[in-house]
């Protein structure tokens, strides 16, 4: 490690900023932040400088900078635009043993200003150490969507706290384990609640409560991922998770968590859906934060309802986060609009084949004009809904689109009329997971992004 990481207190240290452009302006912004008294030498100031000086927030000496200023400081910033001045003031600071640092220039620095994620008072500090501010940058803006907004004010209240908990729980072990607890508790619930924290000093025991988030991951690829899912994801002490959920949306989840992949491959039915509900149950009352991983949208063609009947049935509490479902997902990656105010004046989510098989469905209703229509789970099923689809009037013409693996790497799309659906994906051996749009959007789907067009004579003829 090249440099000692520190958080300084410098409220009460005399602070130099040499230059009055943008980027002492930025400096002085941090430091005006961390409380300091700050003085500019600088023969100029930029306009949001001067008006912080004549509302006397920074003290400025108007002309260029002398050797002799360095003694009267204890931590100096060079943020001229001119080298020779950076390098002087460098030069002299530094024989005078002084913290001093040269704006973008490590060399000439004996100290460095890491990039922040602020949540006063939780601050993480991220640095290259100089040898690549932009990869700390990009790391922050990582971090700054990764961090509740809230953090700061949890980490303020909870110190409002550190007396009672410690006169509860003198022992440090004990009490370290309820932070951890109630951290667990305070961040599932996405915020601080005194009520909370009351009851659970006034409980016998600090065995953390457990709950469970139904989750969505997304149609695949791992950037599609809300936010809200992620921040649960790296919470959660048990991922309970299906088999459409890539490895690449796994990998982001908190590291030493238990995964429990309890996917149902088709003819394997290791995780009957019975049994899916009792783990989940189970884990939750063992006082586990329990992430239910579905792909997609948790709450779309996902047994969502039989889940939340369990864990409600058990009294425990469960949180819906939404995630993109699949249509989305694929329509997007195949570039097209699920609705038009010309083509299509609504969308219909519908599931290729009902609990009780494919004649409970309601064509009637399905085949209504200027609608799209987003089968999931059509793979096995384009033979019938083609037929029960035109019988029930839908043209042989009618535009299709079947998206597999959409958003995913392995993405592929198929073009067909109606009339030629079920031939063109037995052709092109299309496999689960796949989506099928059916509607007058579809001809928008750009010729680059179809993999496979039936041939024109197919076409014609359909
Ligand atoms: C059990 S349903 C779950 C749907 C999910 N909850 C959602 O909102 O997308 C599974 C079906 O979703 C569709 N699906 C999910 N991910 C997909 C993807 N990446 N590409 C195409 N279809 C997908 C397929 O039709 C698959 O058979």
Redesign the pocket.
């Known amino acids: 490690m090249d440099y000692f990481p520190v958080f300084a207190k410098i409220s009460d240290r005399r602070c130099l900023v040499v230059g009055g452009g943008a980027v002492a302006e930025r400096k002085i912004h941090m430091l005006r932040k961390a409380q300091a008294g700050v003085t500019v030498i600088s023969p100029d100031l930029s306009p949001s400088l001067r008006e912080l000086h004549l509302a006397g927030d920074l003290v400025w000496i108007e002309r260029r900078f002398r050797p002799a200023d360095i003694s009267e400081f204890d931590l100096i910033i060079a943020a001229t635009s001119d080298e020779a001045v950076n390098q002087e003031v460098s030069r002299v600071a530094r024989r005078e043993r002084r913290l001093v640092n040269v704006v973008d220039a490590p060399a000439l620095s004996n100290f460095i200003s890491p990039a922040i994620v602020d949540r006063t008072p939780l601050v993480v500090a991220i640095s290259s150490s100089g040898a690549m501010p932009v990869l700390a940058r990009r790391i922050r803006a990582w971090m700054e969507s990764l961090l509740p907004a809230n953090l700061g004010d949890i980490a303020r209240r909870a110190n409002c706290w550190r007396e009672r908990v410690k006169a509860r729980f003198p022992d440090l072990d004990q009490r370290r384990r309820f932070w951890d607890a109630t951290l667990d508790r305070i961040l599932a619930a996405g915020g601080w609640s005194d009520r909370k924290l009351q009851d659970a000093l006034q409980q016998e025991k600090d065995a953390p409560e457990g709950r469970v988030f139904l989750v969505?991951a997304g149609?695949?690829d791992p950037d599609l991922l809300t936010l809200k899912a992620l921040q649960v994801m790296q919470q959660a002490d048990v991922i309970v998770h299906d088999r459409?959920v890539s490895p690449g949306i796994l990998e982001r989840a908190r590291r030493d968590a238990e995964f429990i992949n309890v996917g149902k491959t088709p003819g394997s039915h290791r995780f009957t859906q019975a049994r899916i509900n009792r783990l989940i149950v189970e884990l939750a009352s063992e006082g586990k934060v329990v992430c239910r991983l579905?792909?997609?949208?948790?709450a779309?063609?996902?047994r969502a309802s039989e889940e939340l009947a369990a864990l409600r049935g058990a009294g425990i509490e469960v949180t819906i986060v939404p995630?993109i479902?699949?249509a989305s997902?694929?329509a997007a990656a195949a570039g097209i609009p699920l609705t038009d105010r010309d083509l299509a004046h609504g969308l219909t989510l519908s599931t290729a084949h009902c609990k009780d098989g494919i004649d409970c469905m309601d064509f009637e209703s399905l085949v209504e004009a200027n609608r799209t229509l987003a089968f999931?789970?059509?793979v096995k099923h384009l033979g019938v809904l083609q037929q029960k689809l035109i019988s029930h009037g839908l043209s042989q013409s009618a535009s299709c689109a079947i998206?597999?693996?959409?958003?995913?790497d392995d993405q592929r799309i198929l073009r067909a009329s109606l009339g030629q659906l079920a031939r063109t994906a037995a052709r092109a051996s299309v496999k689960?997971?796949?989506?099928l749009l059916v509607g007058d959007v579809v001809d928008q789907i750009p010729a680059s992004a179809v993999d496979d067009q039936p041939p024109i004579a197919a076409r014609s003829a359909a």
């Open positions: 969505g149609p695949g459409l579905k792909g997609g949208d948790p779309l063609f996902a995630g479902t699949a997902g694929c999931y789970m059509p998206v597999e693996n959409g958003t995913r689960a997971p796949a989506m």
